[in-house]
Structure formats: structure tokens, C-alpha cells
């Protein structure tokens, strides 16, 4: 079945430093991607839509210049989260779908439990 | 507002009981409805919905959707401690890839 790798799984910043999350499609191509945010006991909330070799579409609510997303190749999407907040200490999960798969639907990376400090 | 809402919030059974989960959405142009489940990081496929009264199984579990109600409910018999999870409901229309996520169903199986 498709894979989708996203790394790092953990990372602990400093408040107001950068942190970026790679999220990669294996053996398939990923047009779209999407950035989820996870609260603890919560469910996914949709952040953005990632477009390869286009601009991201963001959802109400979600700082395109906070939260940078660059779709910049078919297997590759990132995600930065700019001057980082205590408060931006979350669970951040990429999804992509191979489209020779769309019956079972989006395939979800690991995840990136952020932590800032 | 498209809207997923799942019931129970939280459940709590013991090995070998059967639980039924569910959900109910209101979206536009409903398209199809998945099942997800999230153990300690990421959501893994269960089941995809797409036409009302089929009933989809997976050895213990099975689900089925009834668009004339808008919902669907996700069945385990016979629970195992491994069945311990986050169950996710998420909704998609036609034209959009994006998922609706519903509040999702915490289920604690105890040995």
C-alpha cells in the first residue's frame, strides 16, 4: 500500500525559532497533500492544502505566514512553522493519496509531536 | 457548516463485549465517508462508504452507511485490548479532496 514518510516523529524548539516538517510520498506521486493539527483528545483539524508547484490553500483561521507550506516536488511537501509559540506546541500529520488507491482513501504520515519551550 | 459529530465521545468495555460507534454528518454533496483508526500517532484506513445499506466488514469489525440518515455506525465484536484506539469518522464531498474529520471516539478496552 502507499507510504507516506514524515519527519522528524519529535522535535523541542526554543520559543521564536523555526521548525520545519518534511512530509514525503513513497513509491507514488502526491499532487496534493494536506496538513493536519491534532490537540490532545481532539480530532484532526485541517490546516492547509498543499499544491505541488503552487501556492497553499489555507483554512479559516490558519496564518499562511505563521504556517509555510511548500509543495516543491510530486513526493515532497513541507511544512514551517515560523517563530514558534508555546502555544503552536501540537501533533502535526501530513496525508497524501495514491491515486491508484483512492478506495482506501488518504494515507497518513507518522506525525510530528512539536514541543516549544 | 459542514458538520461530523461522533458518539460516544469516550467508552470504556471489557474483552469480548461489542461496541457500536457512530456517526452522523451533515455535508453537501456528500460523496463518501470513511473510518480511521488512531492508535499513538498515525490514523490507519479501515473502512470507505459509498453507498447506503452495504455493510463493509474486516474480520471483527464491520460498518455500514445510511445516507437516509446521514450516518454510519462501526461495529467491533468481540473486543481485544488491541482495539484500544481513537476511532475517526471523516466526511468528503465531490469536487474537494478534503476530509471532515468528526470529534472522533475514544474506546478503552479493558483486559
Known amino acids: 500500500g502507499a507510504v507516506v514518510s514524515q519527519h522528524p516523529s519529535r522535535v523541542i524548539c526554543k520559543s521564536g525559532t523555526s521548525v520545519k516538517i518534511e512530509c514525503r510520498s513513497l513509491?507514488?506521486?502526491?499532487?496534493?497533500m494536506f496538513w493536519y493539527r491534532q490537540f490532545p483528545k481532539q480530532s484532526l483539524m485541517l490546516m492547509a492544502t498543499?499544491?505541488?508547484?503552487?501556492?497553499?490553500?489555507?483554512e479559516q483561521g490558519v496564518e499562511k505566514d505563521k504556517f509555510l507550506i511548500n509543495h516543491a516536488s510530486l513526493t515532497l511537501s513541507t511544512l514551517t512553522v515560523t517563530s514558534a509559540h508555546p502555544e503552536d506546541s501540537s501533533f502535526y500529520i501530513c496525508?497524501?493519496?495514491?491515486?491508484?488507491?483512492?478506495?482506501?482513501?488518504?494515507?497518513f504520515g507518522s506525525g510530528t509531536r512539536l514541543t516549544v519551550v | 457548516e459542514d458538520k461530523v459529530v461522533q458518539s460516544p465521545l469516550s467508552l470504556v468495555v471489557h474483552e469480548g463485549d461489542t461496541v457500536t460507534l457512530n456517526c452522523s454528518y451533515e455535508?453537501?454533496?456528500?460523496?463518501?465517508l470513511l473510518w480511521y483508526k488512531q492508535e499513538k500517532k498515525a490514523p490507519t484506513f479501515l473502512f470507505m462508504l459509498?453507498?447506503?445499506?452495504i455493510e463493509k466488514k474486516s474480520g471483527r469489525l464491520s460498518s455500514i452507511l445510511d445516507k437516509k440518515e446521514l450516518s454510519s455506525i462501526l461495529n467491533i465484536t468481540a473486543t481485544q485490548t488491541g482495539d484500544s484506539a481513537i476511532y475517526l469518522c471523516?466526511?468528503?464531498?465531490?469536487?474537494?479532496?478534503?476530509?471532515?474529520f468528526g470529534t472522533g471516539t475514544r474506546l478503552k478496552v479493558l483486559a
Open positions: 496525508s497524501a493519496m495514491d491515486r491508484a488507491l483512492t478506495n482506501y482513501g488518504y494515507t
Open positions: 513509491d507514488f506521486q502526491a499532487t496534493t
Open positions: 498543499s499544491n505541488e508547484g503552487s501556492k497553499a490553500t489555507y
Open positions: 455535508v453537501t454533496n456528500f460523496r463518501s
Open positions: 459509498t453507498s447506503s445499506g
Open positions: 471523516a466526511v468528503v464531498g465531490p469536487g474537494t479532496y478534503k476530509y471532515i
